[in-house]
């Protein structure tokens, strides 16, 4: 290889190896159970979202206010959130980045 060449094509390797890094990102993923757990709470997690970053997670009753909870993910991506519903039927729980985009959603209901 002639220096020239090697000026050349490092700086395009390491950008196909950035470029296909990004490609393979797994997308977010959002868990909420159908139903709280034996202590009445439900636990959301996600993981797969931006590290270290706030999401939102919103929780939504047709007779209530939406409640806004705001968790900061871990440095692997990852968070929990443990919610205590404060009535009884069928909840939308939205999960939101920090640029407001969606993340998932899911549904849970509280029978008491």
């Not at 939504?60 to 806004?68: G, T």
Request: aromatic share 8%.
């Amino acid at each position: 290889m002639t220096p020239w060449t090697s000026t050349l094509c490092a700086p395009l390797l390491a950008a196909a190896l950035g470029l296909g890094a990004a490609a393979f990102a797994a997308d977010p993923s959002i868990s909420v159970p159908s139903a709280p757990d034996t202590s009445g709470k439900v636990l959301v997690k996600g993981r797969d979202v931006a590290p270290l970053t706030n999401v939102t997670v919103r929780f939504e009753h047709p007779q209530a206010s939406p409640i806004n909870m705001v968790v900061q993910t871990g440095a692997d991506g990852s968070f929990a959130l443990n919610f205590m519903p404060p009535i009884t039927g069928g909840y939308k729980v939205t999960v939101y980045d920090s640029a407001g985009r969606v993340l998932g959603q899911g549904n849970f209901g509280v029978i008491r």
